[in-house]
């Protein structure tokens, strides 16, 4: 034999190692590889493939990124850096503190996912757009107690699932959406505005907009409607 070779071997298996040995002798260049195991589990199979891959050259297919519909959310504080500027660190700091509490009940009590918080704002997704609006409504309601008001944009989109993080083009069109938007506003998209149809909200047109680094003109709206103080709003109402 005059092409590379690889023979594999199991010490655990009695006399094996010389037995590959024996054969590599027979064949110039042969290169040997010990792997654990017995060669007869599953896990001992995982290995041999993986070697056998690495010597022929052949690399695994990169897993695919998995997709899901999502909605997100964003949200964060109106004219946040004038605000720190009156208060002080510390008592900003003691603010800051207070929305997070504040912002994260709503997301509990609608059943958000916390995805990120950087600063003044929160980032999280929905299993369904209307229950995103609903704790963008309430957050709203929540933090006016506090004497600030935040702004609110939602997105509904296809997301890729990266390190169990949904991302993507519709994270960044959320995004684009809330910096949009105005104090205690909720904004949504088009494609928001259609799936809640019946939902019993109330839309204003808000235009058509071109969102930074994002294709297209895109109609937004803003909700009203749903009153999120009240308990005679179920919570396990349309998504």
């Not at 700091?93 to 958000?112: D, S, T, Y």
């Not at 929160?122 to 309601?141: E, H, K, N, T, V």
């Not at 088009?190 to 204003?204: C, E, I, M, R, Y």
Request: aromatic share 6%.
């Amino acid at each position: 034999m005059q092409v590379p070779t690889l023979i594999l071997s199991w010490p655990e298996r009695k006399d094996d190692f010389d037995c590959a040995s024996y054969v590599a002798s027979l064949i110039p260049g042969a290169e040997i590889v010990e792997l654990p195991g017995a060669a007869w589990t599953e896990e001992d199979a995982l290995s041999s493939a993986k070697e056998i891959r690495r010597f022929v050259g052949v690399e695994r297919r990169p897993t695919e990124l998995d997709t899901i519909l999502s909605t997100v959310l964003f949200t964060d504080i109106v004219d946040s850096t004038q605000k720190q500027a009156s208060l002080g660190d510390h008592r900003w700091k003691q603010l800051i503190e207070r929305h997070h509490i504040m912002v994260r009940e709503a997301l509990e009590r609608w059943r958000g996912v916390e995805i990120d918080t950087a600063g003044d704002g929160f980032y999280a997704s929905f299993d369904g757009p209307a229950r995103a609006i609903r704790c963008a409504q309430d957050a709203c309601r929540r933090v006016r107690d506090l004497g600030i008001q935040i702004r609110a944009g939602v997105h509904t989109g296809e997301c890729e699932l990266i390190n169990e993080k949904v991302g993507g083009i519709a994270v960044s069109i959320g995004a684009r959406v809330a910096a949009l938007a105005g104090p205690s506003e909720v904004l949504v998209s088009q494609t928001v505005k259609d799936l809640v149809a019946g939902s019993g909200f109330t839309f204003h047109d808000a235009g058509l907009h071109e969102l930074k680094g994002i294709p297209d003109r895109w109609h937004l709206y803003r909700a009203s409607g749903q009153d999120t103080s009240s308990d005679s709003v179920s919570e396990a109402g349309p998504r």
